[in-house]
């Protein structure tokens, strides 16, 4: 759950930086994304690492889940502040909303993890109907995920029009970018 977890934050940050209204290329804009994905993804493999290190408590369940969404939210202003090119401004949006869902479906699930009087193993956090409903928004994730390499992908049929000199320069663009939805 963990690493799918993480290739779908990867996505919906590539896709956010991938897309909108900005004057950045499309290549430009993936790194900036790129930047915020690598950040969100090592703190909460950092976080996860540090859970299971320790002994299961009720304090340490409320810490990681803290800092947990506290990753997610600085991440997700990090994709709102990208200014995407307009050729792929929807899928943006779309992105964002899915990430909104997403922190909103780790939120409930913080908060059921701080009803339990013992913390339990995180498996048993999964197993929650909380824990489902992140795991249902971590396939539509997935599925937008797919979406996002394609849009990407469709970049690559833009090189049979490369020299063609009445194309736009922004039109022209190739973007090789493999977002690991698989």
Not at 26 to 52: K, M, N, P
Not at 101 to 110: D, F, G, M
Not at 137 to 143: G, N
Request: proline residues 4%.
């Amino acid at each position: 759950m963990a690493l799918r977890g993480v290739w779908a934050c990867a996505c919906l940050t590539l896709f956010a930086a991938g897309c909108g209204g900005g004057t950045l290329t499309l290549t430009e804009y993936s790194e900036q994304g790129t930047a915020v994905t690598a950040e969100v993804e090592a703190r909460i493999f950092a976080l996860d690492a540090e859970l299971d290190s320790q002994p299961s408590s009720a304090a340490g369940a409320a810490i990681y889940w803290e800092r947990r969404l506290e990753a997610r939210t600085r991440s997700m202003e990090g994709l709102e502040a990208l200014e995407p090119p307009v050729a792929v401004a929807d899928l943006h949006d779309g992105g964002l909303d899915l990430y909104s869902k997403l922190i909103a479906a780790e939120e409930a699930l913080a908060l059921r993890v701080s009803s339990f009087e013992i913390a339990g193993d995180p498996d048993q956090w999964w197993d929650t109907p909380e824990g489902e409903a992140v795991r249902a928004v971590d396939d539509e994730i997935f599925a937008f995920c797919l979406e996002f390499q394609a849009s990407y992908d469709a970049t690559i049929d833009r090189l049979i029009s490369s020299d063609v000199p009445w194309i736009p320069g922004e039109m022209k663009e190739i973007v090789r970018i493999d977002v690991g939805c698989d």
